[in-house]
């Protein structure tokens, strides 16, 4: 399944360090935020600043399968209990923090934390299997309790301020699509913890393909599940009652997320996690020239690492969004137009680009990768 944040600080409660990126007119626009609410869309951009350059291969630490839940079905969600390898206590982390999970095939994934953060000892991540994915979800689904990988420290960007400690709100309503109940779910926790109102809709195709859907049924009526058997879910069935007084939190699928920002009241505060690669807005064709003495042609529609995929199939990558730095490259000639949120300016003048989102800055021109 995607998390830049003008609104977002953090709830009391020690947040993580660093300054969280603004991002620039051009990522909102293409992140399809051009809507009159106060807006956060949270593509998973790193809070801790002190991290290294990239790429963002490290600060790992190897975890061990602990449990492994089968938590819905149709498609099938398994809920994984990572433990420390080394029984050594794990990096703390805030309601909407995500981590990297590399995979034994040497793929990376992303992946919501939706355990409890006040178990030092686990991280829990639950993960839909994607039939017609490109892999990482069907590898997951294959890992067995004992098994030992390596994951990232937790990153957070969407993370929650409750009301009266950086939001203007005076109540949340989070939406939820599916395995889009991920990151919310510790935020459901948190609210009810901080004795905060709160609501949420869950939306999903059947209630067996809603991932836990039995511990929210504890909350009773403040969760209102609606599935797709009566018809796709209205805007304003997710956004009953909600008005200038409440913060939004939608994690799910593009097309619900849209339609959520679309009906809100004006001036209401919306946060939104995207999980899925956004689509190219005002790209223009041109070409990449590789060492070997191929040329890539890259139509205006079409991401760079899309088109390079095409001819190298092993090239690496995770996000596509320009945050993770998983798919550098490094451009020896042509100018590019930089989309990414975490290259710095030094790293830009050294040649380094992030294919999954950058792309030529002139319609026509050639890059020449050192690749």
Not at 3 to 32: F, K
Not at 205 to 231: I, Q, W
Request: hydrophobic share 40%; glycine share 8%.
């Amino acid at each position: 399944m995607s998390r830049v944040s003008r609104l977002l600080r953090p709830y009391s409660g020690e947040p993580p360090a660093g300054l969280y990126r603004p991002a620039s007119d051009r990522l909102i626009r293409i992140a399809g935020a051009a809507v009159p609410h106060f807006l956060s869309v949270v593509m998973r951009l790193t809070a801790d600043e002190d991290l290294p350059e990239l790429p963002a291969a490290v600060n790992r630490r190897t975890m061990r399968v602990a449990a492994r839940d089968i938590v819905a079905r149709d498609p099938e969600v398994v809920a994984l209990t990572l433990a420390s390898a080394d029984g050594e206590p794990l990096r703390g982390w805030h309601a909407g923090a995500h981590i990297d999970v590399y995979l034994p095939s040497g793929r990376t994934r992303q992946y919501s934390l939706c355990g409890d953060p006040d178990r030092v000892d686990e991280y829990r991540i639950a993960v839909r299997h994607n039939a017609d994915g490109l892999g990482g979800s069907s590898e997951v689904h294959q890992l067995t309790v004992g098994q030992e990988l390596e994951v990232s420290v937790p990153r957070n960007a969407f993370l929650m301020p409750l009301p009266g400690s950086g939001s203007r709100a005076a109540r949340l309503r989070f939406v939820a699509g599916g395995i889009g109940i991920t990151p919310i779910l510790p935020m459901v926790r948190l609210a009810e913890q901080q004795g905060v109102p709160w609501t949420l809709r869950y939306t999903g195709r059947s209630l067996d393909s809603l991932p836990f859907r039995d511990e929210l049924s504890a909350y009773g009526d403040k969760v209102v599940v609606r599935t797709d058997d009566a018809g796709l879910p209205t805007a304003a069935e997710l956004l009953d009652g909600v008005d200038r007084s409440t913060a939004v939190y939608a994690c799910g699928p593009p097309p619900m997320m849209e339609m959520v920002g679309l009906a809100l009241p004006i001036g209401t505060e919306l946060h939104v996690e995207r999980f899925s690669p956004l689509p190219v807005v005002d790209g223009a064709p041109f070409e990449l020239a590789l060492r070997s003495g191929e040329v890539v042609a890259v139509s205006a529609n079409q991401s760079t690492l899309a088109a390079l995929r095409q001819t190298r199939p092993d090239v690496g990558y995770s996000c596509q969004q320009g945050f993770c730095g998983t798919c550098v490259q490094r451009v020896t000639s042509g100018e590019v137009e930089h989309r990414d949120v975490i290259l710095t300016e030094a790293q830009r003048a050294a040649g380094d680009m992030l294919v999954c989102v950058s792309r030529a800055r002139f319609a026509g021109e050639r890059l020449t990768l050192d690749l």
